[in-house]
């Protein structure tokens, strides 16, 4: 139940910062955000990350789909699974918030919206909640992989 609670938390959080950005920040625009190099900037990004494959929604929906499900039964088997298998339950629950927020507005509206910028080196990534929640999530996968199971 407490990853389905993520889950969704998650997912309502990216829709709704999502949302918050295109109603308050103008498109392109840039606002720096304290004294460090993080900035809100608004685009609307019709490709992957760092635009890959950008204007080809409809292979970006087949690539992240198919990744969408094969992680909805990933999430399925941990939380219904042994002991050692729900040690994964929690990370895959926040990045299905995430990929699940990305899908359904790039389904919706062909692109999806980006406003987190951290202004470091040449080309600096400009991202959203459900991009930080799959790296996140898989960091926190790795990391629960390098722990040895309990029951061994």
Known sequence: MKCLL?????????LGTKKWAEASLPLGKR??????QLYFQHIKNF???????????????CITGGLTAIYSC???????????????????AV???GAYGNF????????????ILIKKGKNPPIFNIADA???IGTVFIGIVSLKKPSNL
Do not use: C, Q
């Open 6 to 14: 993520v889950l969704f938390g998650v997912f309502g959080l990216d």
């Open 133 to 135: 929640a799959l790296l």
């Open 31 to 36: 606002k720096k955000i304290g004294k460090k």
């Open 95 to 97: 990045i299905l918030g």
């Open 47 to 61: 490709g992957m990350a760092y635009h890959k494959l950008e204007g080809k929604k409809n292979s970006i929906l």
């Open 74 to 92: 990933l999430f399925l088997r941990a939380s219904l699974g042994d002991a050692n298998d729900k040690r994964y339950a929690l990370p895959l």
């Open 104 to 115: 359904l507005e790039r389904a919706k509206k062909g692109y999806v919206t980006d406003f």
